[in-house]
């Protein structure tokens, strides 16, 4: 359990990290492209602008920082109750937060300090509340159905961000979370790892769910970093990694809480997913697309 809380901390503080400054390399991708004016025909940010903000330095430094994450996030989905790890990953919307002011240039208002502040709280509940988790095992049909999901998700995830555009910043971060959710699920009842043998890993239809979900997830999530506010669509990824994967582990996998404790579990968990909801609800940042069309207005203002 405790080596569990500690890969899940660490990954946290990666993800969030990673976040921001993908955040940063997406941001000047969006404003190069706001004033060449090669937004799409909804404003949101075309497939080139989108390729071109995953080479800038910051963005490759934060996405090496989600791949350490992945692997801490990874070990914690078979150390933890799926609540707990992914709960306690999705906390790095702290990190986030608290980067964006330093970053970005980013203002808290009162009610996101407070949401964030109860987002704690809720992980202390969840700490306390969580016994041991359930087991690794599930029907080949689960993993046919996580895959089948995961492409549909994917798929059909990316073309209604598109169709969104510039409106589409929390979409495209609730689609992430879900994506990540679902490498989560996949992770913990992927074959092949206890014994390790390569023939059952390959023929997992999970592994390929992982692959999908998670690069599928890394593209929404930069569709939403460059449409929308960071924290805000860091919290809609929130609550997309947390429900879905802890309701399969708790539903599917046989996770649990301590005895005479799953109250404390539920009001957490509903607690941290409210919290998250109110840092998107209360987040000011306008995002990447339209902060360079705002600066634009405001030189051509000036001239």
Known sequence: MILGLVTAVAASVCYGTGSVLQAVGARRSARQEAADGTVTEHGGPSLASTAKAAVTWEFILGT???FIGFGLGALAAR???????QTIISANLVITAVLSIKLLGLRLRQLEWLSIGV????LVLLAVAAGPEGGHHAAREFHWALLIG???LIAGGSLIVRRLGSSGAIVAGLLSGLGFGALGIGVRILDGIEPFSITALLSDPAL????IAGIGGMYLHTVALQVGSVNGATAALVVGETVV???VGV????DSSRPGLAWLAVLGFLLAVVSAVGVAYFG???GAIQAAAEEDRKAKAAH
Do not use: K, R, T
């Open 79 to 85: 150390l933890l109750p799926l609540f707990l790890s």
């Open 150 to 152: 995961s492409v549909v």
């Open 245 to 247: 994967p802890g309701a």
């Open 119 to 122: 987002l704690c709280s809720a």
């Open 208 to 211: 390929y769910a992982i692959l």
């Open 64 to 66: 090496v920082l989600d």
């Open 284 to 286: 000011e940042d306008g």
């Open 251 to 254: 539903l599917w996998l046989g």
